[in-house]
């Protein structure tokens, strides 16, 4: 199993970023795809998932309204649409999927918001 994530960067307070997934050696299509971060000095949290069928998805409060998750199963990606981003937001953003009960990271991409 590999995970890429790329798209973070520096961004302005209000600003977006889109976020990308690139998955590999599983059957992306047939597992929910998780999005997670972690801000200097806290924990590792849990921001979105998106489940296999598209259809349903999940969002923490303080990112609902904000962010969108997505994911196309013909290019094996999943994406975190990133709006009205604020300071709080700036974290290490990482990939995650649970695959035969094992839990599998990419390295993770930087988004930092500020002026």
């Known amino acids: 199993v590999q995970l890429v994530e790329s798209g973070g960067g520096l961004v302005q307070p209000g600003g977006s970023l889109r976020l990308s997934c690139a998955a590999s050696?599983?059957?992306?299509?047939?597992?929910?795809m998780n999005w997670f971060r972690q801000a200097p000095g806290k924990e590792r949290e849990l921001v979105a998932t998106?489940?296999?069928?598209?259809?349903?998805?999940y969002y923490i409060p303080s990112v609902k309204g904000r962010f969108t998750v997505s994911r196309d199963n013909a290019q094996n990606t999943v994406f975190l649409q990133m709006n009205s981003l604020k300071p709080e937001d700036t974290a290490v953003y990482y990939c995650?999927?649970?695959?035969?009960?094992?839990?599998?990271w990419g390295r993770g991409t930087q988004v930092t918001v500020s002026s």
């Open positions: 998106i489940n296999r069928s598209y259809g349903d998805t």
């Open positions: 050696g599983f059957t992306f299509s047939s597992y929910s």
């Open positions: 995650n999927v649970i695959f035969r009960a094992s839990d599998y």
